[in-house]
């Protein structure tokens, strides 16, 4: 639980550590390992390409003093021609160096987001039930793409200006040593105020995309619950809640350009000044012969080997700002772990008896599904446990047996059934299929074997059939009609256009509640489950569908075992055990007549929706009390 609790701790954390640790440029390099190769290769141009740039200036310096000074005209075409090949035959190397950084930098960032994408896969209910898709979608898209132009951009732009100003700082000292220290002179002022305008840059950033995080998150809500917010007639304050989103991101992009403007304006005026001591300094010299007009003109024309990484450097201190803030958010996504595992992953829950879990795997599973001792509680918040919503429970499925689950809304139903593929693992206790703790078993192998239809049914935007055979894509369409017909869904989809064909959500085909629970129906029995798990799913369906899905159901599935969860005891009164959940716990059980015999909460259930007027059920109450002997858990 401690341990548990340090990594959440750890999780809230990383955004701010990773914006000021090295962490996301070590990442960086990771993930340019790959291609590291080509990285070096295009640095290489790139240096070539910095090099050379300090040569039109000190040819320009020689034209002056050859040409214009000392008269030797015939060198004109020799300069004038070199310098239009030179500026040519650089931006050549420009353009192969820059695809090279742009064309990896897309591959590097199409790998990030298959392995983001793979990682959300892995992750589990309990993750997805506390995230936001604005969130995920942002992280997804805006902040990898920020990944991208770092790497595309930033990361050799910032070499680039570091080589070029360590180079370029030793080349004017070639040229004019004495002018070379002035103009180095101003230089440190500059730095200063760009490491500033870094430091207040960088919060910013981090505000800048939760920002837009919590932006999309609120379209995103607003698009998938669009038709509550009609129903509630909320636009109004859909809208305001958007509004707010959007003035705050707006605010922090503000509050950044306020910090960019008034930085960014000093930091280049500062880089102009340099020009002016320099041509005075360099006249100075130039009259008392220790400087050629020729080197001064150099001088000047390599200025900007020092004014160009000035000026750069505000700028890309704000890129790497982005980039860390970004990198952090992303990071913040891997560093995620399912807690569900697979048993091969639980190192440390192997003792030296165990059996390999190899030997435990079953060729088939027969579905004996036992509950042994099971308390369940949803994690912690705000490091507070929550209270357990399934307590002690046990219970014992044969296999072939229909499993009835009643209860009031919120007693656990929807919990206990949750346990069973992993959905959420036991906080205490143990779900055994077969006598093998499920935790045992391989997940795609257990989950494979249990068909389940959730309670709020999610239907992909894809045909009829492709929903249907959506856990087995191979599947012969026979299958798919034999379990459209199971469901009771054979004859409403032939009435559709395209029938089977038919894709949901699209051109304005939509369905109604009952109709989406007989597909998805039908979607858990293509895999021919050995575990059937029914969560509410006749709950939209007219009491006569119901008992045809029933009969069917019985006729089809008679090895399977099946769960069956209601609100109606019409579902569930044919079951060969019934349980009733109430506050997490069994209070009854037993087969429907033993439960009426009861005259508890199953009985007042069944007294209401039957319709019996109080003085019938009292007499009934009276009746049962006396005749029965079976005693309440
Ligand atoms: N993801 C979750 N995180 C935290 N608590 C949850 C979560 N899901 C359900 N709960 C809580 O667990 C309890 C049991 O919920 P559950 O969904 O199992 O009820 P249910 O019996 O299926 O209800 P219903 O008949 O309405 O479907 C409730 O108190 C609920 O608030
Ligand atoms: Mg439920």
Known sequence: MKKRRTEQYRATQTN???????????WFLDLIRPVRGRFLFAQLLDLVFVATSVIPATITGLLVDDVLTDRKLELLPRYLLLLVLIPLARSCIAVVFRYQFESRSQNTVMRIRESLYRHLQNLDASFYGRSRIGDIMSKMTGDVDMIRHFIAYTAFATLESVIL???????????????????????????????RLGRT?????????????????????????????????????EEEKFEKQNVSYRDANMRHNKAAVRFLPA????????????????????????LTIGGLVTFNGLLFVLTQPMRMAGNLMNEIQRYAASAAKVVDLFIERPRILQPQDQADKATADDEPFEQKRKASIRGKVEFRDVTFTYGERKGHALQPCLKNINLVAEPGQTIGVVGLTGSGKTSLINLIPRLYDTTFGAILIDDIDVRDYNLQELRRNIGMVMQDVFLFSDTIEGNI??????????????????????????????????????????????????IALARALVIRPRILILDDTTSAVDMETEHE?????????????????????????????????????????????????LRGIYFDVFATQAGLTAEETAALSLEGGAANGTQPL
């Open 165 to 195: 100003f360590i180079f370029g700082s030793l080349y004017i000292f070639t040229v004019s040593w004495k002018l070379a220290l002035v103009a180095l002179l101003i230089s440190p002022a500059i730095f200063i105020l760009t490491y």
């Open 469 to 518: 055979a959506y856990g087995v894509p191979d599947i012969e369409q026979e299958a798919v009609l034999s379990a459209a017909r199971t469901a009771a869904a054979d004859s409403f989809i032939r009435k559709m256009i395209d029938g089977y064909d038919t894709i949901i959500g699209e051109r304005g085909v939509g369905l109604s509640g009952g109709q989406r629970q007989r």
């Open 267 to 290: 930091l280049d005026g500062l880089a102009n000044l340099l020009t002016m001591p320099v041509i005075l300094v360099g006249g100075i010299l130039v009259i008392r012969g220790q």
């Open 201 to 237: 840059v960088r919060p910013i950033w981090s505000e800048i995309r939760e920002a837009f995080s919590r932006l999309n998150s609120v379209v995103q809500q607003n698009i998938a619950g669009n038709r509550v917010v009609r129903a509630f007639a909320r636009a109004d304050y």
């Open 549 to 597: 899905i029933q009969q069917a159901l019985a006729r089809d599935l008679t090895d399977s075992t099946v769960f069956i969860i209601a609100h109606r005891i019409s579902s569930v009164r044919n079951a060969d055990q019934i349980i009733v959940l109430d506050e997490g716990s069994i209070v009854e059980r037993g087969t429907h007549e033993e439960l009426l015999a």
């Open 16 to 26: 701010q550590a990773y914006l000021y640790s090295n962490r996301p440029f070590k």
